[in-house]
């Protein structure tokens, strides 16, 4: 069974940093890619970051590329994403994924994990 679990969420405010994690578990993380995913309050979830399944190549939106930084630990099975200059509009639930399609149809969807930039 495919177990995704978020954590590293809080409160913050502009300008701010914040480290997620993903846990893995269930499938070989060391050969998947992974993304993660939020939803903003009222809005559908969006992708916002790719690594592949080695870390040597990344993508992000637009809308957070210099601010955030994705990676893993695949000896530790382990997703991160470091969050630094915080936006209120960053505010959302992040979620880890194996893709967008992957957590749309449910596969190992997690709790998520809050994020929210307030001042």
């Known amino acids: 069974e495919v177990k995704l679990v978020e954590s590293g969420g809080g409160s913050v405010q502009p300008g701010g940093s914040l480290r997620l994690s993903c846990a893995a578990s269930?499938?070989?993380?060391?050969?998947?890619?992974m993304s993660w995913l939020r939803q903003a309050p009222g809005k559908e979830v969006e992708w916002i970051s790719e690594?592949?399944?080695?870390?040597?190549?990344?993508d992000y939106v637009p809308a957070v590329k210099g601010r955030f930084t994705i990676s893993r630990d695949n000896a530790k099975n382990t997703l991160y994403l470091q969050l630094n200059s915080l936006k209120i509009e960053d505010t959302a639930v992040y979620y880890c994924?194996?893709?967008?399609?992957?957590?749309?149809?449910?596969?190992?969807r997690g709790q998520g994990t809050q994020v929210t930039v307030t001042s």
């Open positions: 269930g499938f070989t993380f060391s050969r998947q890619s």
């Open positions: 690594i592949n399944f080695g870390g040597t190549d990344t």
């Open positions: 994924a194996k893709s967008l399609s992957h957590w749309l149809r449910g596969d190992g």
